[in-house]
T-cell receptor, first 115, second 116 residues
Framework: ETGVTQSPTHLIKTRGQQVTLRCSSQ?????VSWYQQALGQGPQFIFQ???????GRGNFPPRFSGLQFPNYSSELNVNALELDDSALYLC??????????????FGPGTRLLVL | AQSVTQPDIHITVSEGASLELRCNYS??????LFWYVQSPGQGLQLLLK??????LVQGIKGFEAEFKRSQSSFNLRKPSVHWSDAAEYFC??????????????FGSGTQLTVLP
């Protein structure tokens, strides 16, 4: 069973550019969540996708958008990059367990630096 | 809205000593509680979780945590720390967000240093 993988591992962009980050879910998981972790802070929830639909969003502007594909892999897109977008972006997958709350398993993250 | 407080930004212990990391949460309903560990440059690894039932939960790597509803706490403990435990530890509460998403709300983390 493969775990959650993310690509790329590191990325450098300039302010105003657009970026796409990718995530492959753990086998059997149909839900993907994205988190932003700024330096020295805990991760913050961006949004979650379930069966290719966004089903919840944290306090992030619309320039943060996502996609989930039929194989449950996912993309995070950020438009009009700002310096404050520099962070570690974490993807987490979870699957149906029938217990009411599915544990989220995290990938290694993509570190984005905006200059 | 839910929130998590980890009062200790940095803790230093000697190898072999016991460890307790504090976590306090705020949430209106019965919480789902988690502890994750993050090594430098790595993602988050789940140590343990509490959903219901026995308030003392066992996790991986010899860690345990106790849920105390009256104190809104979920402290992480280990009886004897190993040098490889040096990392950052995050407490999180799981809750339903807008829509039907289930999100984790994290504390700001506790950095653990282990002295030889």
């Amino acid at each position: 069973e493969t775990g959650v993988t993310q690509s790329p591992t590191h990325l450098i962009k300039t302010r105003g550019q657009q970026v796409t980050l990718r995530c492959s879910s753990q086998s059997g998981h149909n839900t993907v969540s994205w988190y932003q972790q700024a330096l020295g802070q805990g991760p913050q929830f961006i949004f979650q996708y379930y069966r290719e639909e966004e089903n919840g969003r944290g306090n992030f502007p619309p320039r943060f958008s996502g996609l989930q594909f039929p194989n449950y892999s996912s993309e995070l897109n950020v438009n009009a990059l700002e310096l404050d977008d520099s962070a570690l972006y974490l993807c987490a997958s979870s699957g149906p367990t029938g217990t009411g709350w599915e544990t989220q398993y995290f990938g290694p993250g993509t570190r984005l630096l905006v200059l | 809205a839910q929130s998590v407080t980890q009062p200790d930004i940095h803790i230093t212990v000697s190898e072999g000593a016991s460890l307790e990391l504090r976590c306090n949460y705020s949430y209106g309903a019965t919480p789902y509680l988690f502890w994750y560990v993050q090594s430098p440059g790595q993602g988050l690894q789940l140590l343990l979780k509490y959903f219901s039932g026995d308030t003392l939960v066992q996790g991986i790597k010899g860690f345990e945590a106790e849920f105390k509803r009256s104190q809104s706490s979920f402290n992480l403990r280990k009886p004897s720390v190993h040098w490889s435990d040096a990392a950052e530890y995050f407490c999180a509460v799981g809750a339903d967000s807008s829509g039907s998403a289930r999100q984790l709300t994290f504390g700001s983390g506790t950095q653990l240093t282990v002295l030889p």
